[in-house]
């Protein structure tokens, strides 16, 4: 399998960004090492593109998922161990990615 194809019944891997912004529409796209990119998803506008609307902040949740992802699966192991502390760092950066702002 070449580092382009997914395995099936599995999601493209991370990370995954914001893409193209069209009228009613903004890409969400993963980019491989080669440098190809897939459009993993797209978030609508009922009304067009305006900065700020519903559709950035959906289609930025939908970008976060793969970190959020990691991030649950990470707290899932620490919390499994008696004594262990939850990644806080990896999830305040995936909450900062969903929110658009920049991890601290």
């Known amino acids: 399998m070449s580092e382009t194809e997914v395995a099936q019944g599995q999601p493209t891997p991370g990370p995954w960004r914001l893409g193209a912004k069209a009228a009613r529409s903004i890409a969400i796209e ?21 900065p700020g609307w519903e559709g950035e902040a959906n289609a930025r ?30 999830a305040r950066a995936a909450i900062a990615q969903v929110k658009g702002e920049r991890p601290l």
């Open 30 to 50: 993963h980019e491989f090492e080669d440098g190809t990119r897939i459009n993993v998803a797209s978030a609508y506008f009922m009304y067009g593109f305006r």
């Open 61 to 90: 949740l939908i970008a976060a998922a793969p970190a959020l992802l990691a991030a649950l699966e990470a707290a899932r192991l620490s919390l499994s161990n008696v004594g262990a502390h939850v990644p806080a760092d990896a």
